[in-house]
């Protein structure tokens, strides 16, 4: 019974020793295969929120229809407030798919003038809504560089409240869609990755 006792714990001795030795040897299994899609210090700076304090400069001037005469106008810079977002990412086997956004609002007061009429005060309202939306996909250039054509859409609010006796509101909006061509270069490999540690 003596020997049965010792025999089994020398081959369970002898199995534990072999399985830790066969950890530490080297596996001859072959790498996964390379993805066709690459992650570089671009696709790494193209994946972030922002959120910014803005200021616009407003200088509208309107004509009156009847004599071209300047009829009124308001100018002034006025603080607001903005959000940007941009993904780069693989989808399916598309690579370097682009999304970015941007929304931003602006809120104060302007100088505004008037050659007539009942509105008395000389400070406008001025409120404006930025919408901007971009979709597109990039193409690398080398190591250091890529070209993105993308397609975009937006859409602005503007308000203007005239206070005081003879006040009015006006309500503006308008929407745009279009495309363009963004040019990225990294002035060094790996240059991001080092700044951020």
Known sequence: MKNLVLSSLSLGAWIV???ANAADMPVNAPPP???ACVTNDIVRADNQVSVDFIATYIDYL???PSTGAPFDSEKG???GASVTASLMTNFANICNIYLWT???VINGHTQYWASGG???SNTDGAREGDWDFRFGKGFNVGENA???PYVGAGVRLWNRLL???GGYNEAYQHAYAGGGLLLQYSPAPYWFSRQMG
């Open 17 to 19: 020793g072999n399985v």
């Open 33 to 35: 295969p390379p993805s």
């Open 62 to 64: 309107e004509f009156a």
């Open 77 to 79: 810079w006025v603080p």
């Open 102 to 104: 941007r929304f931003s």
């Open 118 to 120: 009942a509105a008395t």
């Open 146 to 148: 890529m070209l993105t």
């Open 163 to 165: 206070v005081g006796p």
